[in-house]
């Protein structure tokens, strides 16, 4: 039994401490992004700004962060991330980006925020100054001032981010120029302009995007990632766009850093190979973390060893007892005999004692060794769902189904049987 409780205590310790590994930031990201490419005169359109806003949008979602099918699988080792896309791109009328929608968004992402969660607004299109220049649906140009959405934001964010592809050439007529911004208090509070007042904003037909946005989303991806620390803090992302914006535009396109504290702000988490979420499963239930990665063949393996391997020590373990309660049970047998003479019985209980003491040693190595190979496969088990990025067979390989039917028994009663079927090609 002092095996089995020294086991025992070793897997709750590594249950306790898995979750310590989980994400050390609490609370949810948001995310906005917005991309308009078709705008009225005066304006001219753009070709990648709807573009740059899916992209951005698609980053956020991989970068350390799941989209919602996997946070419901996640239990409680996920960073939760919601992204909302608005595009003129997009048919739906309700995700086009006018000024309507983008305020009713905002509005609906503050409502459900709480004080550790972190906003993030991705802004690609035209721009004036301080304000944003949106459409609606028919075409009619709008006018989006920052002050406007700062002011919403500062009912209830303590930590957000803009991060703006825009122009801020001030002289157009149609979006005027807003006065100067201003910000609450709060954590972490910041504007990253693409270009520095009363600048362009470049698109590059040779990356495909706006030049800003195209070395944003390669500083998110890991290149700004200088203290590799896999994690893309505020300050990572500012310098690297900053410096590869102003060089590839031999300086005509300089981004704006604006921030409201001195906070630094983790924006983006790197794969750096250990997936904690499955280990953290697979730590709770064994193989249930790859099934959750799709690697179905991997996870019955663990799960049915894991169970068989239970199973193995459990039996194990009565035949120790039991054997431990016969050699008690001769050794008490023989105390109770005469102290001085040794007779036939004596002789007997004495080899009984002997021969389960032999045996209570053999169990006691076989349960030892058991509960040995069982912590190896737990371990194996974690470190496969941490690391493997692959299933050891292909999923074409293998099949298992589950049918049920009425089967007429002897007594000419129906009952209700359940049929498993695999099939495993090599």
Known sequence: MTMLIKYTKLLCLILLVF????????????????????????????????????????????????????QKQGMIFVKPIDVILLSDQNSNDEIFPSKSNILKQLDSVLSKM?????????????????????????????????????????????RYMLLLDACRYTENRVVGFSATIQAGNGLFKSIFYSTSNSGFSEESPKFKQGVYTHYLLEALKGKADTNKNWIISSDEVRDYVSENVKKITDGRQTPQWYQFSTAVQNISYLDSGISWQTIGKSAIIPGFGQWGKEHKVNSLFFFSSFLAGGFYLYTRNNIYERT????????????????KVLDAVDLVLFQE??????ALIA?????????DLLAVLYLWNLWDAGF????????????????????????????QRFRITTEWSF
Request: net charge negative.
């Open 19 to 70: 979750p310590v590994f989980a994400e050390s930031e609490f609370g949810k990201t948001y995310v906005i992004s917005i991309g308009i490419n078709s705008y009225p005169l005066p304006y001219g359109n753009l070709r990648f700004a709807a573009s740059d806003a899916e992209k951005f949008a698609d980053v956020m979602n991989e970068r350390g962060f799941r989209d919602d099918n996997k």
């Open 114 to 158: 709480n004080e550790n969660d972190f906003v993030i607004i991705f802004f690609s299109g035209h721009g004036t100054g301080e304000s944003l220049a949106t459409t609606t649906q028919e075409g009619k140009p709008e006018k989006l001032e920052l002050k406007e959405i700062l002011r919403k934001l500062d009912t209830k964010a303590e």
């Open 324 to 339: 431990e309660n016969e050699y008690y049970l001769c050794q008490n047998l023989l105390l109770f005999s005469s102290p």
């Open 353 to 358: 004692a002997e021969n389960h003491r032999n």
């Open 363 to 371: 169990q006691a190595r076989n349960l030892e060794l058991g509960f």
């Open 388 to 415: 493997e990025k692959q299933q050891w067979f292909g999923s074409n390989n293998f099949n298992m189904k589950i049918d049920s039917g009425n089967y007429k028994t002897y007594s000419s009663q129906y009952e």
